[in-house]
């Protein structure tokens, strides 16, 4: 169910505690843990204006050597411009925009 922007309503899948402030709603956290090589926490917000959002954090263990690390740096980089990407065009229809 939609609220309208600004509710301070819960909705079904807000934490309910303390992540609760100044009018926006947040999950519990998702955690995707590869121990010794990478975690991230993803997390649903509604912001006090009523839009949706992804939270997203992540941590990458690097190489030790620099030319290593950076190019650990720019695949992470580029993988995460084609999941923003693929995720933001998956979006609901506006009103009145035609689907192709």
């Known amino acids: 169910?939609?609220?309208?922007?600004?509710?301070?309503?819960?909705?079904?899948?807000?934490?309910?505690?303390?992540?609760?402030?100044?009018?926006?709603?947040?999950?519990?956290?998702?955690?995707?843990?590869?121990?010794?090589?990478?975690r991230a926490v993803l997390v649903r917000v509604r912001a006090s204006d009523g839009r949706e959002h992804a939270e997203i954090r992540v941590r990458v263990a690097l190489a030790d050597v620099d030319p290593a690390a950076r190019r650990q740096l720019g695949t992470l980089l580029a993988g995460l411009r084609d999941l923003v990407t693929r995720a933001a065009a998956i979006r609901r229809p506006c009103p009145g925009r035609t689907v192709a």
């Open 1 to 38: 169910m939609k609220r309208r922007p600004g509710s301070q309503r819960h909705t079904g899948w807000c934490a309910r505690d303390h992540r609760c402030n100044l009018g926006e709603h947040r999950s519990d956290e998702i955690l995707v843990d590869l121990p010794g090589h990478a």
